[in-house]
């Protein structure tokens, strides 16, 4: 009988932090002790990679005993350092960490995660009706109920109003009316950005310090958009920008990885790998789940969902336990 072929997982994070702790306990993430359950569940199911071990399994050049399994966090949160850096280097398990560099070079909140915080802070009626009544100021564009489906596809753990609204702010207005939208509303509802910045993301010393323990930093574009929503020129500037200020603040790194902002396959095309080819990055992972087989594309990496990890990573090499023993 052959031996089962084996695959890559690789695991989506986001906010990992002690929530009912934290001045916004509504925002979606992982608690600190469940991202420490979920790694030595994982651990016991998969080989725990490195990005090298990855890419040298997508190159036919390492056949692992059982499944292998990858860890990634995007945002370049304060989090990853505080809480998560600690559980990964006790386990000795390297995770690899996606900056956008604009949020640490200029101190600037991300449009997604204004988004995220005010939705935190604000009951969502209210917040919506704040959004909608200061766009209809600037345009006249409005949510279209034919994007439903898209959306709810696009964003499957929040409610189908929630995920409407998301789906409508981050694909279907333009750039300039969002920014201008969520600065004024975060300006209203949360304060200083710089100050919220400095707070929210990681500084770059505390990077440097995650290289130094054995994690890998990536690069998560310089402003976040949806790159497929740029001009191939536009693109080239965003990305171009990010890997230079990685390389200028990061120490060397064997591997640079990159990171879609936002993920979907609609929201980078040919040119964007194109871009991300040229600038010397050796990957790049997207939020489309499933896992990964040697051989596949590195530049359409797909993802699953911590909150699918139970459901989705269930190696055939290794017994699962019940439910109920989980």
């Known amino acids: 009988m052959s031996k089962p072929s084996t695959a890559l997982w690789v695991v989506t994070y986001h906010y990992v932090r002690d929530l009912p702790r ?18 030595a569940w994982l651990s016991e199911r998969c080989e725990m990679a490195t990005l090298q071990s990855a890419l040298a399994f997508l190159a036919g050049e390492y056949e692992p005993a059982r499944d292998l399994c990858l860890l990634t966090f995007d945002d370049g949160l304060k989090d990853h350092y505080t809480n998560v850096l600690p559980i990964l280097a006790r386990r000795r398990i390297q995770g690899l960490f996606f900056i956008s560099t604009v949020c640490l070079e200029q101190h600037r909140v991300l449009p997604v995660h204004k988004n995220h915080f005010l939705m935190a802070e604000l009951e969502f009626g209210k917040y919506r009706s ?26 499957p753990w929040d ?15 333009s750039e300039h009316l969002r920014v201008r939208v969520l600065d004024a509303l975060f300006e209203e509802f949360l304060g200083d950005e710089s100050k919220f910045a400095r707070e929210l993301y990681l500084d770059w010393e505390e990077a440097r310090q995650m290289q130094s323990q054995g994690m890998v ?85 797909r993802r699953v969902d911590t909150n699918d990890v139970l459901k989705k990573i269930q190696p055939k090499q290794v017994a699962v336990p019940a439910a109920s023993e989980r």
Request: charged content about 20%.
């Open 130 to 155: 704040a959004f909608l009544e200061h766009l209809a100021t600037l345009s006249n564009e409005t949510p279209d109920p034919a994007d439903l489906e898209e959306a709810k596809r696009a964003y």
């Open 217 to 301: 930093i990536g690069g998560h574009s310089n402003n976040h958009v949806a790159l497929s929503s740029l001009s191939p020129e536009e693109q080239e500037m965003d990305l171009a920008t990010c890997a230079q200020v990685l390389h200028e603040r990061l120490a060397p790194q064997a591997f640079w990885p990159f990171c879609y902002p936002y993920g979907h396959s609609y929201s980078f095309d040919a040119v964007t790998i194109q871009h991300l080819r040229a600038l010397g990055f050796m990957c790049s992972f997207t939020t489309v789940p499933g896992a990964i087989g040697a051989g596949e594309d590195p530049f359409t990496l």
């Open 159 to 173: 409610n189908p109003d929630v995920a409407a609204f998301k789906f409508f702010l981050n694909y279907r207005i």
């Open 22 to 39: 934290t001045r916004f306990p509504r925002i979606k993430g992982r608690l600190v002790s469940e991202l420490d359950e979920q790694a």
